[in-house]
């Protein structure tokens, strides 16, 4: 057996060969002479299998991802600078400041351009696998059960990735026949419910066909597994059951040219208890195959004695940064040979030597202040709800002390904000005085790395327009802690997740908590993810009298509440919680408020810890569903453009 992305240069070649003028129409290629060689073995056969993966292999990129990009927590130098300079495509980054046209859409996946996938041609591309998957004479029966498993689970995929993105989509079941007519290639738009029924029906039809877990690590990693169906097919129903597509009044009245209701107006509660059944068979199936959430153990290199303040803050980084095989919670990742190598987007200079070499690292990927303020106090709880916590002075000076010193170095002056956090906060977030350890420099914990990033002088503060942290603030999850920046920049890469342990837990609490389920049955849930944080459990976090809200748990609203900060704060920086505020309907809510950071160009704390507006974000209604490209409703008089656009 081939490794899958051992071949990844041969299936975009061959993707590229089956391409149609007709972008995202579902007719049969004309190319039947390549189809019948593609398929006239097995080891062909398996060729195009891989060029089915092919599209999913190049969304490698998060800031190419909705979920990432636009989401408020990452925040981008400029709208042009960087692209000329970085050669990064800052589209989606651009779409917060307003420039998000239907003339010419960002993160465009419904044609493949500005930034998109063409994943209606992904789409067809599985269709052709599966009406030639009886060619090849020596493919054997239950090797083909498995690749037809595969192939329609990432038709379901990808159809879900539209669905996010433009709702009610035209499903795209099988190709059409190259004669047919102008009329037939007109497609229209599904409503919102068959949309989901279809994806689910694919996946539950590749499930028993699909492998729990892959066997053969070396050869096979990155396939589709039982676990990756059960889990994806969660996340469908627990965004098909929220406010975005369960009752949206804001879309009454969106029906195709036919009169046809795109979005049902009744908020259905049995889409909760059909998400809810699917989290419960994803997570129990994968705590039966041994999954769990990850923890660290001092490696070799480090010294015996760790303090436990690092291994707490390292058992969170290496949760996202672990190898995948050694990742205990790590369900789903990027593709194995692309590991994650562009971490020098993420991370700040730290040593003399790196400041001379600023060339190898930009760390311009800035995360605002009010992201930072979403993470936890150490007793588990909102900063601005903890009465042991100075929320008001929290913009202060403060200098680190021996108590602080691996988390803010020690007799460094930096804010009381960045003091007694969750240590997913010194996990997630680099800030100026901020302790980091690793980049090389293991052996003595005292003595680790830290920010200093106060004015251009500093090893990590502004050079240049390319080189530049607009925030004060980096997003340190994504760079493992292994990887080393000095007079060169050396990776140890990791493989990006698309979806975690932690994820299915707080899925499932969510789903039960809008069942309606009392919190005795949600909080086991939520707990098991605050106590791998080393952090309290909900009802001893909020009823220690240190909550101003002691009572917030205990009813549906106040655990919403609770649930989706938990979402935000886990799975921050991961794609995620972008997708999370946009089904919930919050996206609005937080780009109401400006982008915010420190002032950089002032080397006096006193001066540089002076909030400033970076830029005022544009959302509104309208953009919590992409736009269909102007052109493509001229070609097409049956489709029908989304609300507001």
Same mark, same amino acid.
């Given at each position: 057996m081939k490794s899958l992305y051992s071949k990844f240069l041969y299936t975009v070649i061959l993707g590229l060969s089956l391409t149609s003028c007709k972008k995202y129409l579902n007719v049969t290629p004309d190319n039947v002479g390549t189809i019948d060689y593609a398929f006239r073995n097995r080891n062909e056969a398996e060729n195009y299998l891989f060029s089915c993966y092919s599209t999913l292999q190049k969304m490698q990129e998060p800031w190419m991802d909705a979920g990432f990009a636009?989401?408020?927590?990452?925040?981008?130098?400029?709208?042009?600078? %960087?692209?000329?300079?970085?050669? %990064?495509? /800052? @589209?989606?980054?651009?779409?917060?400041?307003?420039? *998000?046209?239907?003339?010419?859409?960002?993160?465009n996946y419904w044609d493949g351009n500005e930034g998109g996938q063409a994943l209606f041609q992904a789409i067809?591309?599985?269709?052709?696998?599966?009406?030639?998957? $009886?060619?090849?004479?020596?493919?054997?029966? +239950?090797?083909?059960?498995?690749?037809?498993?595969? @192939?329609?689970?990432?038709? /379901?995929?990808?159809?879900?990735?539209?669905?996010?993105?433009?709702?009610p989509i035209? %499903?795209?079941?099988?190709?059409? #026949?190259?004669?047919?007519? %102008?009329?037939?290639?007109? @497609?229209?738009?599904?409503?919102? $419910? +068959?949309?989901?029924?279809?994806?689910?029906?694919?996946?539950?039809? /590749?499930?028993?066909?699909? #492998?729990?877990?892959?066997?053969?690590? /070396? *050869?096979?990693?990155?396939? !589709?597994?039982?676990l990756i169906a059960r889990s994806v097919k969660a996340q469908i129903l627990v965004t098909a059951a929220s406010p975005l597509f369960n009752g949206n009044s804001d879309y009454a009245g969106f029906?195709?040219?036919?009169?046809?209701?795109?979005?049902?107006?009744?908020? $259905?509660?049995?889409? =909760?208890?059909?998400?809810?059944?699917?989290? +419960?068979?994803?997570?129990?199936?994968? &705590?039966? +195959?041994?999954?769990?959430l990850h923890t660290f153990t001092p490696t070799a290199n480090m010294p015996a004695n760790l303090p436990q303040e690092l291994v707490n803050v390292l058992t969170f980084q290496t949760a996202i940064t672990e190898k995948w095989e050694l990742n205990t919670e790590l369900i789903w990742g990027m593709a194995p040979n692309f590991g994650f190598g562009r971490q020098e987007r993420f991370i700040p200079r730290l040593t003399a030597a790196s400041a001379l070499n600023i060339g190898s690292a930009q760390g311009f990927f800035a995360v605002p202040i009010a992201e930072q303020e979403l993470f936890y106090t150490n007793n588990g709880l909102p900063i601005d709800e903890d009465k042991t916590w100075d929320y008001r002075n929290r913009y202060t000076l403060k200098t680190g002390t021996s108590e602080d010193q691996y988390h803010v170095h020690n007799g460094y002056e930096t804010v009381k904000a960045h003091f007694k956090r969750e240590p997913r906060f010194y996990a997630s977030i680099a800030f100026d005085g901020g302790v980091w350890y690793g980049n090389g420099q293991l052996s003595d914990p005292a003595n680790a790395n830290y920010i200093q990033a106060r004015g251009t002088t500093s090893y990590a503060g502004p050079k240049d327009q390319s080189h530049t942290n607009i925030s004060g603030y980096w997003p340190k999850k994504l760079v493992n802690y292994l990887t080393v920046y000095n007079d060169r920049l050396t990776y140890e890469n990791f493989h990006f997740p698309l979806m975690r342990l932690s994820d299915l837990y707080l899925l499932y609490a969510e789903a039960l908590n809008e069942q309606g389920k009392s919190y005795g049955e949600i909080l086991p849930y939520i707990d098991e993810v605050r106590k791998r944080a080393k952090i309290p459990t909900v009802t001893e976090a909020w009823t220690a009298q240190l909550s101003t809200t002691p009572s917030k748990y205990a009813n549906q609203v106040g655990l919403r509440q609770i649930?989706?900060?938990?979402?935000?704060?886990? &799975?921050?920086?991961?794609? !995620?919680?972008? =997708?999370?505020l946009r089904r919930w309907k919050e996206l609005q809510t937080v780009m109401t408020k400006p982008m915010q950071g420190w002032s950089i160009y002032d080397d006096q704390a006193l001066n540089y810890?002076?909030?400033?507006?970076?830029?005022? #974000? @544009?959302?509104?209604?309208?953009?919590?569903?992409w736009p269909i490209k102007a052109d493509n409703l001229a070609v097409n008089p049956n489709l029908v453009q989304n609300p507001f656009w």
């Open positions: 636009t989401s408020g927590e990452l925040v981008f130098p400029g709208p042009k600078e %960087i692209d000329d300079t970085q050669s %990064i495509n /800052a @589209v989606g980054f651009n779409m917060m400041r307003g420039t *998000q046209t239907s003339g010419t859409p960002g993160l067809r591309r599985c269709n052709t696998m599966l009406e030639n998957i $009886d060619k090849p004479i020596d493919l054997g029966e +239950s090797e083909k059960k498995r690749w037809i498993a595969e @192939v329609k689970f990432l038709k /379901a995929y990808y159809h879900f990735y539209l669905f996010r993105m433009y709702g035209p %499903i795209t079941n099988v190709n059409l #026949p190259i004669n047919s007519s %102008i009329e037939e290639t007109r @497609v229209k738009r599904n409503p919102v $419910d +068959s949309v989901v029924n279809y994806m689910v029906r694919l996946i539950d039809e /590749a499930t028993p066909n699909l #492998p729990n877990q892959i066997q053969n690590q /070396a *050869q096979e990693l990155g396939r !589709i597994t039982g029906t195709n040219k036919d009169g046809q209701v795109l979005f049902s107006q009744e908020k $259905d509660p049995k889409k =909760w208890d059909r998400a809810a059944e699917a989290c +419960s068979v994803a997570l129990n199936a994968c &705590l039966a +195959s041994g999954l769990k649930i989706h900060q938990e979402r935000r704060i886990e &799975l921050a920086f991961e794609c !995620i919680p972008g =997708w999370d810890y002076r909030p400033r507006n970076l830029f005022v #974000p @544009v959302f509104n209604t309208k953009d919590y569903l």
